[in-house]
């Protein structure tokens, strides 16, 4: 099990840069995410980590040993692929012994690590069929099995649940928390689920564009978040951004005459950001926001509501299903400062 | 790393390369030092300078010119025959083909005959006493042509060539029909298009990749002819059979005329690639 | 909407009895007796005998049919199995590292379209000063030069076809280039090869010209040794001893033709897309 750190990782195809000057340290023991947007360059910096891809600049360590010039086979990781990729030609047992095979590990000692996988797996009675006869549950945890049998100094998983049916991904993700915390393995995980992202990680990795946006743990990232981007990426639905501005200690809305108090550092104030939760639907007269419903989506539990206020924009809110109102209503919407994130002009967190 | 790659490549790449050095690569060299000398057999290994002059026997040898213009329509007449039949077959029989797949091996029969065997087994159908074909002829019209003769040979030859290689051309075709997407065929029929306009408009132009494709090599196959209509009747009347392939082996083997036949083959050569240039750069503009 | 076949089975059955009529002859006529073939030249036999293929089967002066047909198989085995051991290596690094693909390609695929008389008479004569003519081991380099493009195309688009995690996998599971080739990307390549065999043995056996330039006695193949028995017999040709000859002849290569004709059906697409 290792440390893995990545200096100043560049990676370019062409004239395109798709990683810029990455950073970043990853504890031993870890369960880091990598999320973002299709396109933001996660998948390539895992397979900058695995070897797969080979780096423009900068260094990649893993557990001390600089790693960036090595092939694949010699960084000691295990992948657990999006496709699964597992060996058509192998039954069960020789997918997961390949590794120990190509290792040339004492067949006796092979036996027992696929034994052991295989009940950690629950994969015993399928240890001689093919993949072919596997359904994709059972295929997932048989490249998970593979992944765990070499004792890897870390694991890598490329978005592995996403050809799953919602239920299995829900029960697979829980399995891979599991697994984590008795193996007390470093791994890294690619998703572009926000939900995979909060549930699994101990540290998540936000990209967007071959750059980090934030690096943090799902409630630093979801309660204060660096930047509107990535305020923006996490929680649904998206949280709303209103235009506002700070002016002699006071936040002025458009449109509103509330006027509500700035904290001190908020003077270069360009954008509030507000989730839906945090935004309470009143009276049309009694909030400091006013304007017209104009989508109303019953979830059973709670009541979505995305309501119209001309000049501060389209705000999403919740409010409790018995409420029962309906496009066309006009609603206040009422939120206290201490709620709100400040952003500067470009987007960057103040305060 | 990037040297490790290239030890590997080179390892990889070792084998067929060397392969094509030694069978192909040598004899290219050979054929370019005999092609520009005098030699015949008795004098291999001391070929003697001479210039063009083997072009130039080539090129004023009107033998030489029949076989190209035979080979030329040989190679033309039979490609367009067989990927006709062959496109036909295909659309007709695509729906039986679907349900009984066996009914295809009985159509590759006589592709998988060696073309020689096939020109034997059709001296053998076209013998005057002993071929049923003339037999049946007479039986039936109390005539028989000559299939061999000097006003039918050509003819003859293009039927023979045509039948077994038709199924090839029948092959790429029902493949290539077999492929069109089923709701594309569902999509025009709601549409209320009928069977012949579905073909001309849909079918037709979806396969016009492969019709190209088989002509091409169905083409090139019929220009190098040797097989069969050296088993079935050699040179011809007055070497009127003569294709290429024939006049080279016959300047060769039969002639003892080295040079010339080496400068025909280069000939050949430069004509066929010509010729291949041509037809991908042609295909090339057609599938984008 | 069932299409009606009935008008379908009858295309077929015309289609199928003229285009193999030779086939069909040929096979009629193996079993007359000599006297009635001489009687007879319908496609219905009165007496059918198996005298021909007893004449054939016997070592004769005029035809050993079993040194034919060894020859055959010896060459056509080296001209099958050579391309594909020359072709594999190669088809993977063209494939996955863009190796050789500008120039070695194009090449190798073009050498399908050319006239093999351009090849027969440099190669004559490099076999001559080799000693190679009339050898089986000649022959069979000559015939997996023929078969060398067709295995170049089948396996590059074989190896194209496995998705690429399957290889990343292989590496990050510690496997170098060799175990990665023959461990994961040879099995998973093996449809792929036994068209390619099916497909190279057929034609190297059904090759006829190499055969007739390149050998005199020792190594003569059995579709030039059929002519032979054509050419020798003079004016009058034994109808019936010939066609079993000929039947003799065709069968190898139209057995495995028909056992495996869902290959061939197969590697002529494939051979013929990227044409």
């Known amino acids: 099990m290792a440390e893995i750190r990545i200096e100043n990782l560049n990676k370019s195809f062409g004239a395109v840069s798709v990683i810029k000057d990455v950073s970043l340290t990853i504890p031993d023991g870890d369960f880091c995410v990598f999320v973002g947007p299709s396109g933001c360059g996660k998948s390539t910096l895992l397979r900058l980590i695995a070897g797969l891809e080979s780096a423009t600049s900068g260094r990649i360590v893993i557990d001390g040993r600089d790693v960036t010039a090595l092939e694949p086979y010699d960084r000691h990781l295990s992948m657990v692929f999006q496709s699964y990729a597992l060996y058509p030609h192998m039954t069960v047992k020789e997918n997961i012994a390949f590794a120990l095979r190509t290792a040339k590990t004492p067949e006796a000692a092979i036996a027992e690590k696929v034994a052991k996988a295989a009940r950690i797996l629950r994969l015993e009675s399928y240890l001689d069929r093919k993949p072919g006869a596997l359904s994709g549950g059972q295929r997932q945890r048989v490249a998970i099995g593979r992944a765990i049998v070499r004792e890897p100094k870390a694991f890598l998983f490329d978005e592995p649940l996403s050809n799953l049916d919602a239920a299995l991904r829900a029960d697979t993700r829980v399995e891979i928390a599991s697994l984590h915390k008795s193996l007390a393995a470093t791994m890294i995980y690619v998703t572009h689920d926000q939900i995979e992202a909060m549930t699994l990680a101990d540290r998540i990795v936000v990209l967007n564009e071959g750059q980090i946006m934030q690096v943090g743990t799902p409630r630093e990232l979801y309660e204060r978040p660096a930047n509107v981007f990535v305020a923006q990426f996490l929680g649904s639905p998206k949280m709303n951004i209103l235009p506002a501005r700070a002016a002699e200690g006071m936040i002025v809305l458009p449109g509103s005459s509330s006027r509500l108090a700035a904290p001190a550092g908020w003077g270069g104030l360009v954008a509030a950001g507000l989730r839906a939760e945090d935004c309470t639907v009143t009276g049309p007269d009694n909030g400091v926001l006013s304007g017209i419903v104009v989508v109303s989506e019953y979830h059973g539990a709670a009541q979505q509501l995305l309501v119209d206020t001309d000049a501060c924009g389209r705000i999403s809110a919740f409010t409790t299903a018995d409420r029962d109102l309906r496009v066309g209503d006009r609603v206040g919407l009422d939120f206290a400062t201490e709620k709100l994130h400040p952003f500067d002009g470009g987007g960057v967190r103040l305060a | 790393m990037k040297q490790e790659r290239s030890v590997e490549n080179a390892v990889l790449a070792g084998p067929i390369v060397l392969f094509l050095l030694a069978i192909l690569g040598f004899p290219t060299l050979l054929s370019l030092v005999y092609g520009f000398s005098e030699t015949t057999f008795q004098t291999l290994t001391t070929p003697e300078f001479s210039g063009l002059k083997n072009f130039r026997d080539v090129t004023a040898d009107p033998t030489f010119w029949q076989a190209a213009w035979f080979s030329l329509r040989f190679g033309a007449i039979t490609a367009v025959l067989q990927c006709a039949l062959g496109l036909a077959l295909a659309v007709y029989l695509a729906p039986l083909v679907r349900r009984h797949g066996w009914t295809v091996a009985i159509l590759i029969i006589p592709m998988i005959v060696a073309p020689a065997m096939m020109g034997l087994m059709y001296r053998l159908v076209l013998h005057e006493f002993a071929g049923p074909l003339p037999h049946y002829m007479y039986s039936w019209f109390g005539w028989s042509p000559s299939f061999l003769g000097p006003a039918n040979v050509f003819k003859t030859l293009v039927v023979a060539e045509t039948l077994q290689w038709t199924p090839f051309a029948f092959l790429l075709f029902l493949t290539a029909f077999q492929s069109i997407p089923d709701d594309l065929r569902e999509a025009a029929a709601v549409d209320g298009t009928r069977p012949w306009r579905l073909f001309w408009k849909i079918e037709l132009p979806l396969m016009m990749p492969t019709v190209f494709v088989a002509l091409f090599i169905r083409f090139i196959d019929g220009f190098r002819v040797f097989d069969n209509i050296y088993t079935l009747v050699g040179a011809g009347p007055g070497g009127s059979t003569t294709s290429m392939s024939i006049y080279i082996y016959e300047t060769f083997l039969r002639r003892g005329e080295i040079g010339k036949a080496m400068a025909a083959a280069i000939l050949l050569f430069v004509s066929a690639f010509v010729i291949l240039a041509l037809a991908q750069r042609l295909m090339r503009r057609r599938t984008p | ?114 006239p093999l008389i351009i090849f027969a008479i440099p190669l004559y004569m490099m076999y001559a000063t080799l000693g190679l003519l009339d050898t089986r081991l000649g022959l069979g380099l000559l015939l997996a030069i023929v078969n060398l493009p067709l295995a170049l195309m089948l396996l590059v688009n074989a190896v194209a076809e496995i998705p690429v995690e399957l290889e990343e996998a292989a590496h990050m599971d510690g496997a170098r280039l060799p175990r990665l080739l023959f461990k994961v990307v040879l099995p998973l390549c093996r449809p792929a090869l036994i068209t390619t065999f099916v497909f190279g043995f057929i034609t190297a056996w059904n090759e006829f010209l190499f055969g007739l330039m390149l050998t005199t006695r020792e190594a003569v193949p059995m579709t030039v040794g059929a002519s032979f028995f054509f050419a020798t017999s003079g004016g009058g040709v034994q109808w019936g001893t010939a066609s079993a000859v000929m039947v003799v002849a065709a069968l190898p290569p139209l057995l495995l033709g028909l056992i495996m004709y869902r290959r061939i059906t197969g590697s002529m697409v494939a051979g013929a897309v990227k044409g």
Not at chain 3, 97 to 111: K, T
């Open chain 3, 1 to 114: 909407m069932k299409p009606r076949l009935t008008l379908r089975w009858i295309v077929f059955a015309i289609a199928a009895f003229v285009m193999n009529f030779p086939v069909l002859a040929t096979l009629v006529t193996a079993f007359k007796s000599s006297g009635e073939v001489s009687r007879n030249p319908s496609l219905w036999i009165e007496a059918p005998t198996l005298e021909n293929f007893a004449t054939v089967l016997t070592i004769s002066d005029r035809l050993n049919v079993y040194h034919y047909l060894w020859n055959s198989l010896a060459a056509a085995l080296i001209g099958s199995v050579l391309p594909m051991i020359v072709a594999f290596p190669m088809a993977w690094a063209m494939v996955r590292r863009g190796y050789g693909r500008a120039i070695l390609f194009p090449l190798v695929v073009n050498l399908r379209a050319l």
